[in-house]
């Protein structure tokens, strides 16, 4: 009944190339510690920061997780997640420890392959060597799952991952995370979580037309799948600015904060990953996002008066008032408030069209488990009523993101949306 | 199925069909509300096109019918020009036509009023072989002096009424039929079309809610529920919309 | 069995308990979003009109007839009653009216034994005591009361009588959840009158939030908007009550809960000493036929539904009105409703009608159950009465003074002229209706159901007590209009025969009672079935008879109150919970 997925980077390099050095190895290979409860927690717990399931596990067999399988949708086609079991014919358990490692942090697999960074292995690179070794003992304890998967289903010539050596050459920057002592414990840890496991520039930093990072405007918004991973700095005009440590910690852990709620892929990011975080890494995260700042060109809102903006505002009076309150402010935990939501500030509108077209169920998890859904309206309106309403919103209440065009719309019409 | 032990078929055919039909959602729920994208079924819209029901032959009996029971007056159109012959055309040629949905097992028995429809004809039926019946009711003259010749369309207004009100008060009988239950009926399928959403074809620009004063398919009046005795200013939206949802062009 | 109210609360109970749960439901899923979403749930013709949400009679429908000297036929189309389907029961359609019942409802036939003598009561009326007491439900009220966040001002507060609310209820243990709805202005209008005259009136207990709320199982609702699309509607913006929006998020996430949707349940299952079931049959959407096996079956598939498959289970005696033997299908009862709908002057009363929630409204309780002296009149039972008006839907509420033709142009002007200026409450006079033995469920010798099986057969009718009850209040009703100051008014009075075409609410009660005495009802005081004790019968054919409220606030107590008697006892030792 639903998808799911994770977008993945890729790129096609024209030229042949170099590729990165690895880091040495740093323990003994074939040592499995299965008696070493602590690690084996450890490891779930980086497992679980690091959303592995997004990816290894096939929502169709609830029964097998980490068995692969599961297609994992890119701009270039589709790839099949490994199988990260430990059976040892079809998954990863005649790993040795260092093989493991190579492919966390290196993106090398044990037979020289490279893997394509649908495979965050440019974040996870930033792990320490132990968390990478916490993590493998815990997999190691997972129910094998006889499951052959053929993860190569690029077309030629993506299906050389001889390129990622050119790939690997331009974005990939191996290293740990350092700490910076001038910044507290919590910042540092926050750093360590989102530049690391938690790999979060992954969808939220905006990329190349190969598909890497542009580091200069890290978490700063990226467009994906038909959604748009908000701009996670304290951009006044799109980004965090209006969110306290307290509205992020608990939007991660949750799902909701006062001003919104975490639908498609965010929503089961929420339920299978930050929903799990320890609190002390929460705040962590929030202190981390909090401090990067960025301050983008001022836009100038569509004016109230325009056609546009009138017809918007008819349209929101009549349909989407009855939810989100003729003032935008909506029901805390509920239902949006357009003026603090990071999704409507966005600069793209994508993921206000996404929702208005096609619907979103948000994250249903423990703590808020109502999962309330927005209705899909593409029956209802026409591109250019959908384009008036989101200028409207996208142009009220303190927001100026300019008009959204109609062919936006159109475009984001057609794309049929997996929960992704 | 999981510990259910499978037997055997117990439906067929047309039984089958009209349970599945409808919604064919079966499932096992277990674990997530179940959620799919664009998962919404709307009204169907009404398009102006080719009748889908009535026969270029009932055409002229039931725009009058609609005309006498909703009669056009200079502020707001009467049935006809509301939509209510496209309105009832479309909902006699769908499901409500067909009884689709209702009990039809035998044996079909008169029982007292009190006991409900008992008829084994379903709408669509009913008004073939009454609008026919009407007709030739008023060309044999009927009984109350009107002269013969003269289909129910082609009388005078006040004649038209007369045969109505005969109808009503159980005085005008049509061959096979129950007249005053299908007068009843009649009148509240073209009224349920004057009143309904426009998106059904009847109450043409909400003409209906106008007349009124029907804010029609808002959902939002917290802002209003306080204010007593005020005359509610905003105009009505159809479920299809309004003029004012589309970007005026300069 | 049924995933409504009763269904969604047991689940619940016994999840949390550690049992596996199953649903069964006749009916599909519905959610939100995806059936009512708040751009296309405004729909009169649809849901109100063609009652889109409602079971189709082709799938099951019952035969009716008056008297037991007629034969039945079957309702083609719903009229009187409208049976929910669908997960969530009537719980997604209903307008949230969530009353309690008097503490003198429970005890019925002693205290009017008591009071007037048992002369006073008819011979052939056959009310009962409950076996349950209000103190022993105001627990479970409670608790139904917060699941749902419901609205209103309670009027006895551990014995203490507060000013706003409603004086004769039983006494409350805290007060509601939320305060009341904001009332719009004939209903206000109405209260206004009502205290001129001397009564006490107060908000209507509604289910439609006042504000937004967040339940003890943390599910959160919104607030409503007043849209007036509420009874026969789905909720489009999470602000009505229903089990979506109070139970289901949390009860279906869990690991230990399965529902399985439009699959319809045949039969309980019984083992050979018939004392113990084994399971149900049911028969999912393409026709195979299942079994499922259990442990504990809770029927809560709604009054008749489960009393049809008692029935049709062989499960208990089937009622026999001659032999006054049996009890299955005995004490069946509905609604004694009417309305008063009056007309002002266009020119000095804006009334807005579509600004409306399901349980709006301003009622009074003074001529409910035995809350006055019913020694001079002659009859026993009540009802509230209230401004009770959901809606101006055009379709259903464009009403006309007596008198207008129905059609023409004097319709036309009369539908023009007094729109926005006339009150029809709707289920103005709300009130009880007693059990009489020729009133009766049992199985129709000739219709069957698409399975082949028979159809639930229906006699009832309207006994001269519940039509002298409702001629006096719906004439104290009327005064009240006439105080508001209504030029004009259609005093509609609930007349005999009882007319299965026309609506009176859905409130079906009886045919499976509770009781202390197994040779005169099916369940004993905690809902288990006397002759089948893993077998619990959830819902309004507990009622031994109906009172004059709204029954939902009852039904999801006492499915509360067999919840806990489930948990606390039956599972630690599974039998009888009580000797007979």
Redesign the interface.
Known sequence: ??DRGRTSLLAMALLAGSFSACTPAVYGDGYRDRQNVDLVERGRYLVTLGDCTACHSDPTR?DSPFGGGHAVPTPFGKLLAPNITPDPQTGIGKWTAQQFDDAVRRGRMPDGRRLYPAMPYPYFARMSADDVRAMRAYLDTVTPVHHAVVSDQLPFPLSIRAIMMVWNWLYYRPGEWQPRPDRSAAWNRGGYIVEGPGHCGACHTPKSFLGGDKRRHELQGYSLQGWFAPDLTGDPAHGLAAWSLQDIAEYLETGHNRFDAASGPMAEEVEHSSSGMTAPDLAAIATYLKSRESVSKAQTASPANS??M??GA??Y???C???H??DGSG?????PDLAGSAAVASREATSVLQVIL????SA?T?????????????????D??VA?VATYVRNSWGHATGAVPEPAVKRLRKS??S?D | MGDGVRRRDVLTGAALALVSGAAARAGVIKGDLPWRPDAVSPPPRVEPGPWQFFTPEELPTIEALADRIIPPDPETPGGKDAGCVVFLDRQLAGAYGSAEGLYDRGPFIQGVEQQGPQSSKTPAQTYRAALQALDQYCRDGGGNGIPRGRRFAELAPNEQDEVLHGLEGGTVHLPGLEAKHFFITLVKDIQDGFFADPIYGGNRDMCAWKMIGFPGARYDYRDWVSRHNERYPLPPVSIGGRAEWTPRQR | MGLGWTGSILANELTDAGLEVMAIERGPWRNTATDYPPNYAQDELRYRIRHELFLRPSQTTFTFRNKMSETALPIRNWGAFMPPNGVGGGGVHWNAETWRFLPSDFVLRTHLTKRYGAHFLPADMTIQDWGVTYAELEPHYDRFEYLCGTCGQAGNLQGKILEGGNPFEGPRSRPYPNPPQTQPFSHTLFAQAARQLGYKPFPQPSGNLSQAYRNPLGVRQGQCSYCGFCEWFGCGNYSKASPQTTILPVLVRKPNFTARDQCEVTRINLDPSVRRATGVTFVDATGQEWEQPADVVLLCAYTIFNVQLLLLSNIGQPYDPLANRGVIGRNFTHQTISDVVSFFDPKKFIFNPFIASGAIGMCIDEFNGDNFDHGPHGFVGGGYMGQVQTNGRPIETTPVPPGTPKWGTKWKQAVKENYLSATKPGTGVHGSMYSYRDVYLDLDPSYKDRFGRPLVRITMDFHENELKQNRFLTDRFAEIFQAMGARQMDKQYRRAPYDIADYQTTHLCGGAIMGTDPKTSALNRYLQSWDVPNLFVIGANAFPQNAGYNPTGTVAALAYWSAEAIRSRYLKSPGPLVQA
């Open positions: 009944m639903f609830a056609p546009v009138l017809a008819a349209i009076r009549d349909v008032a009855g939810c309150k003729i029901i805390p935990y509920l239902i096609h619907g979103a169920a249903a423990r703590e808020e488990p109502t999962g309330p859904q927005m209705p899909s309206y593409a029956w209802q309106l026409t250019a009523q008036a049929s949306q929960r």
